[in-house]
C-alpha cells in the first residue's frame, strides 16, 4: 500500500498528514476491535449472523420489494413489474 504524505520539515510527526494517519489506524483497530473481538469463534459470528437474517426475514418477507415500493412511491412514479430473476427493470 502506498500513501503518500506530506511531512513539515518543523512540525515532523506532528504533520497533519501524519496526525491523520495515525488517527485512521487507531480508527480502524477500533472498529476491528468492536465488531469482531478477539475470541469469537466461528460458530459464535454464525449463530449471531442467522439469529439477525431470521429476524429481518420474520419481520420483512420481501425487503427488496417493500424498499423499490417506497422509493417509486416516493417519488411519484410507477413500480417496474419484477423480473424471474427478482430483478427491477429500472430505465
Known amino acids: 500500500m502506498h500513501l503518500p504524505m506530506a511531512v513539515h520539515e518543523a512540525y515532523q510527526e506532528q504533520s497533519f498528514d501524519c496526525l491523520l494517519q495515525s488517527l485512521m489506524m487507531r480508527k ?10 478477539m475470541g469469537d469463534l466461528d460458530d459464535d459470528v454464525a449463530a449471531l449472523q442467522k439469529g439477525m437474517a431470521a429476524e429481518r426475514l420474520g419481520a420483512e418477507s420481501d425487503p427488496l420489494g417493500k424498499s423499490m415500493a417506497a422509493m417509486f412511491a416516493r417519488d411519484e412514479m410507477e413500480l417496474p413489474a419484477r423480473e424471474a430473476d427478482g430483478s427491477y427493470a429500472v430505465n
Open 28 to 37: 480502524r483497530r477500533l472498529a476491528t476491535s468492536a465488531l469482531w473481538p
